[in-house]
């Protein structure tokens, strides 16, 4: 039998490498198609199942007094929270696409005209630069879809 010389420690280590490699793509690959099914949900739901399911969310995560409002001359927000004593006006998105100034817009009227402390703007998607931008001149809270989806992971 002919020896080539390759000692054996560099075979182990070669095949540990190679597995931990495989385990790494792994895992990225479970954690992309987790992701992936997160947002079939939301594609799934009509705009007024997405407000009740961010009310649902926020009740998960100590919000009381939770109401979803009616729907048309809502005054831009679509669910009247309190967490804490603080009072919430929210607007909810459900888009395929980056939520613009619009919706800000519609968060800051809401709160002044129901009367809350804060406005907040809750999307499945991601907000533009220019909504990004309008919401800190307006004091306006932007809860994107990383953010659904960590409160979704802290509630199991």
Known sequence: MMNIGIPTEKIIITVVICMLIILFLALIWYFLGRRRA????????????FEYFC??????RGFVDVEVTKGSGDYGVDILAEKEGVTYAVQCKRHTAPVGVKAVQEAYAGRDYYDRMVGAVMTNQFFTAPAVEAAKKLKI????????E???????
């Open 38 to 49: 997160d947002s079939n949900l939301f594609e799934d739901m009509e705009g007024h199942e």
């Open 55 to 60: 009310a649902d969310l926020l009740r998960q």
């Open 141 to 148: 809270l932007l809860w994107d879809g990383g953010y659904i």
């Open 150 to 156: 960590s409160m979704m992971e802290e509630d199991g």
